[in-house]
Each structure stands twice: as structure tokens, then as C-alpha cells.
T-cell receptor, first 115, second 113 residues
Framework: NAGVTQTPKFRVLKTGQSMTLLCAQDMNHEYMYWYRQDPGMGLRLIHYSVGEGTTAKGEVPDGYNVSRLKKQNFLLGLESAAPSQTSVYFC??????????????FGEGSWLTVV | EDQVTQSPEALRLQEGESSSLNCSYTVSGLRGLFWYRQDPGKGPEFLFTLYSAGEEKEKERLKATLTKKESFLHITAPKPEDSATYLCAVRTYSGAGSYQLTFGKGTKLSVIP
């Protein structure tokens, strides 16, 4: 079972470059999330989606955009990368929080360095 | 504002030495407390969900408990393979069908052979 798959796993960007992180889930989950994890800060929500075609801002959305064109995919874009966006990015998915079995499952992470 | 505090930040145990990790929270309207295990270079791996005070769940050497203000992750006779960072998260309802998940900063557990 693949679960939540993120690509790429590692990427180095120059300041000002753009890139897209891809997330795919095969569990038919309605909800999908993008988090970033920084030392001493814990996991912080960037954006999330409650279903195909929907997106919403999380705790730290500035500098990022997202799209959910298909239920199984959630894309995170950096339009103009900045060194402050150097981090580990995790995609996650779940059924609706109001339903039973609403565990959030995480991908393996994408390490991004902006120089 | 929802707050989740985990303690201690780091814990070193000898193999077989039982202990507990703490997750205290200040939230309005708890809709679940989650425990995850995270190994270096990996994503968080789900362990438990607790929903109401008094609830307990067990898995191998781990037991999670919940009160109205905190949760404990008890580790009985730990082994070196239990070494990891343990994350706590609380889910709350923020209105209009929207839920929020707030993570603590984690406790890094090292079990020495």
C-alpha cells in the first residue's frame, strides 16, 4: 500500500526560483494537508483542502499556493523561493474529521533547501 | 488560542526503564488527541487517537491515557527500537465545519542498551 506519496524527496533551489511539490494519496481521503516542520517549531499547517477543487489557508500560508484539481492529488507551489522556506514539508490526508476513522496519515517528507 | 506543550523535550532511558511522556493542552472543544511517532528522516507514524477523559489505548509497550487537561504516553520496559520523537496533537472544532490540528514540539526519546 502506497498511502501518501510525496515527490521530490530532496530539492535545492536558488532564491527566486519556483517549484511545485507533488502529493498523491490512494486512500480516497477527502481532506489533504501541507505542513512544514522546522527545528524547535513543530509541525505547522500551510494550506489544506476539504475536497476536490477546494483549498484553505492554514497557520503559515504566505509565500505558498496550492491546488487540488483531483481528489487524490494536492500540489504545493513556491512562486519565488526564499531562504526562510528552507524546511521539511509533509503532506498528509484523512477522511472528514467528523467521521469515524479520521486518522491523519503523513507522507515521508520533502527536504527543501533554498540558497 | 489552542496550545499544546510536551515535556520533557528530551528523555534518555536505559533499556527496561519505564517512564512517561506528557502532553498538556489548553483548547476549546477537543475533538481528539493524537499521538505519533517520528523516526529521523521519516514522516510521523500514527499511534493512537483518544477522544474523551478516562480513555486509554495500548499498543505493545505503549499506553496512552487522557484527562481533561493532559495526556500521557507510558512506555513500559522500553527497547532501543523505541527511540524516536513522539508527537502529540490536538484537534479542535473552529466553526463552520472547519477543524484545526495543533501539534506539540515533541519529545525525543533515546533508549540506551
Amino acid at each position: 500500500n502506497a498511502g501518501v506519496t510525496q515527490t521530490p524527496k530532496f530539492r535545492v533551489l536558488k532564491t527566486g526560483q519556483s517549484m511545485t511539490l507533488l502529493c498523491a494519496q490512494d486512500m480516497n481521503h477527502e481532506y489533504m494537508y501541507w505542513y512544514r516542520q522546522d527545528p524547535g517549531m513543530g509541525l505547522r499547517l500551510i494550506h489544506y483542502s476539504v475536497g476536490e477543487g477546494t483549498t484553505a489557508k492554514g497557520e503559515v500560508p504566505d509565500g505558498y499556493n496550492v491546488s487540488r484539481l483531483k481528489k487524490q492529488n494536492f500540489l504545493l507551489g513556491l512562486e519565488s523561493a526564499a531562504p526562510s522556506q528552507t524546511s521539511v514539508y509533509f503532506c498528509a490526508s484523512s477522511y472528514s474529521p467528523s467521521s469515524s476513522g479520521n486518522t491523519i496519515y503523513f507522507g515521508e517528507g520533502s527536504w527543501l533547501t533554498v540558497v | 488560542e489552542d496550545q499544546v506543550t510536551q515535556s520533557p523535550e528530551a528523555l534518555r532511558l536505559q533499556e527496561g526503564e519505564s517512564s512517561s511522556l506528557n502532553c498538556s493542552y489548553t483548547v476549546s472543544g477537543l475533538r481528539g488527541l493524537f499521538w505519533y511517532r517520528q523516526d529521523p528522516g521519516k514522516g510521523p507514524e500514527f499511534l493512537f487517537t483518544l477522544y474523551s477523559a478516562g480513555e486509554e489505548k495500548e499498543k505493545e509497550r505503549l499506553k496512552a491515557t487522557l484527562t481533561k487537561k493532559e495526556s500521557f504516553l507510558h512506555i513500559t520496559a522500553p527497547k532501543p527500537e523505541d527511540s524516536a520523537t513522539y508527537l502529540c496533537a490536538v484537534r479542535t472544532y473552529s466553526g463552520a465545519g472547519s477543524y484545526q490540528l495543533t501539534f506539540g514540539k515533541g519529545t525525543k526519546l533515546s533508549v540506551i542498551p
